[in-house]
């Protein structure tokens, strides 16, 4: 299985998401997404943050 993380800016549509790019982390997102070598299935999942906190809930996400 292959975890990758990417910085994805502010989600379009999202209430209060600025249009031009944010200055700081403000309404920065991330995607963490997870692919299965043999089947291929893909989760992504979009936190506000990436930390080890984030990482183990997607892990968690993943797993169950």
Known sequence: MQIDVEFVGPLPGKTGAPVVKPVGRRGQFYQ??????RTR???LKIYPRTNQKTAIQFLDYVLS
């Open 41 to 43: 299935p893909r989760i």
């Open 32 to 37: 963490y997404t997870a692919i299965d070598d």
